[in-house]
C-alpha cells in the first residue's frame, strides 16, 4: 500500500481512515446498478479507479479526503437523479471535479516524467527536469500551467463525448444538450485553471527561499571515484621521487 504524496511503489504503509472513502466508492459501485442501471454502475467504477490514484500521486491525506468526497459526490448525484432536481448542482459538481482532474493531472506528469534519461552529448545543454520546471520563474509557470488546462479541459471534452454516445446508443436518460454540453465544459475550464493554479502554487518555493538542487547520485559517484583516482595517482607519483 503506497504512502499518501509519494510516488507509486512497493507496499509500504497499512491502511489510514481516508481508505474508507474507498471502501465506500467500491460498495456504491452495485448499488448505483441497482439504483439507476449498469451505465451509472459504470460511471462509480470510474470514481472508484480515480479514488485510488488519488490516494497514490497527490499530496496528502487531506486533499486525497477531499477529492474523493468530491468524486463521491458527482458518482452518485447522478445515479439518484440529482443534477435533474437541482440545476446549479451540475455546473458545481463539474468545477470541483475538473479542479481534481487536474491535481491529479499534474501530479501524474511530475511522477512519471521526472527527468530525461542519459547523458548529454558534448557541447549540448541537459535538458531541464520536470522539478525545475515546476519551480522555475514566469515561464516555469505558465507552461505548466497551460498544459494542466489543456489536458483537463480536452478529459472534459472526451467526458461530454462519452455522454452523447452513452445518450444516443444506451439510454437517452442521460442527459445532453447545447446548453448543458457548454455549460459543464465552461465549468471544466473553470476548475481547471483553480486546479492548476493550485498546483503551480504548492510546487513552487516559498517566498525568500530557493528550492533544493536535484541531486544526481551517479554524477556525485563518478566525481568521487574520479577525485580517489586522482590522489592515488599523485601518490604514486610522489612515491617515485
Known sequence: MSTPGKR???????????DA??????MLVPASWLVAGWPAAAAMLLVCGGQWLLRWYLLGRPVDAAGQLVLLAAGWFSAVGLYHQVSWLDAVMHALAS????LLVAELLRA?????RGTPAAGVAAAP??????????????????????????????????EWLGHTYITPEIGVGYEDTIGDLAANLVGAVLGAAFA???????????????HDKRSHNVRRRGAVVAARLADSHGGRR
Open 8 to 18: 507509486p511503489g512497493p507496499a509500504q504503509d497499512r491502511w489510514y481512515a481516508a
Open 21 to 26: 472513502g474507498r471502501l465506500l466508492g467500491a
Open 99 to 102: 479542479l481534481v482532474v487536474a
Open 112 to 116: 512519471e516524467l521526472p527527468v530525461v
Open 129 to 162: 527536469s520536470a522539478e525545475s520546471v515546476w519551480r522555475g520563474g514566469w515561464t516555469g509557470v505558465v507552461a505548466p500551467a497551460v498544459v494542466l488546462v489543456c489536458v483537463t479541459v480536452t478529459l472534459g471534452v472526451v467526458w461530454e463525448l462519452g
Open 200 to 214: 503551480i502554487r504548492s510546487r513552487r518555493a516559498p517566498h525568500g527561499q530557493t528550492p533544493r538542487p536535484v
